[in-house]
């Protein structure tokens, strides 16, 4: 059974930090390209970060960009999303997904996906 568990999700104020992470059992880690999105109410899932296998390349949406790091730790079979200036738009729930193909920004490209974490940024 492919399991992808993510946790960290919480409360934050607007320019604090969050770390998520992203536990995975079931698959062959490091084949997998890992990705996060996130979704609110009435909203697509949006891509926010992603990266490659070996974790040498990464890519992100251009509203997290310099304030969000995607990693990974093959050895642990954990992705890692770490989260800093979080903004009120930040709110949303997160969700991580692994792509045996590649990095996508598109959804439907990925083959497993966690359960969600909510994050609330306040004011």
């Known amino acids: 059974q492919v399991q992808l568990v993510e946790s960290g999700g919480g409360l934050a104020q607007t320019g604090g930090s969050l770390r998520l992470s992203c536990a995975s059992s079931g698959l062959i880690f490091r084949y997998y390209s890992m990705g996060w999105f996130r979704q609110t109410p009435g909203k697509e899932r949006e891509f926010v970060a992603g990266i490659r296998q070996d974790g040498d390349n990464t890519l992100y949406v251009d509203s997290v960009k310099g304030r969000f790091t995607i990693s990974r730790d093959n050895a642990g079979n954990t992705a890692y999303l770490q989260m800093n200036t979080l903004k009120p738009e930040d709110t949303a729930v997160y969700f991580c997904?692994?792509?045996?193909?590649?990095?996508?920004?598109?959804?439907?490209?990925?083959?497993?996906w966690g359960q969600g974490t909510q994050v609330t940024v306040s004011e």
């Open positions: 997904a692994a792509s045996f193909l590649g990095i996508s920004t598109s959804a439907s490209a990925y083959n497993y």
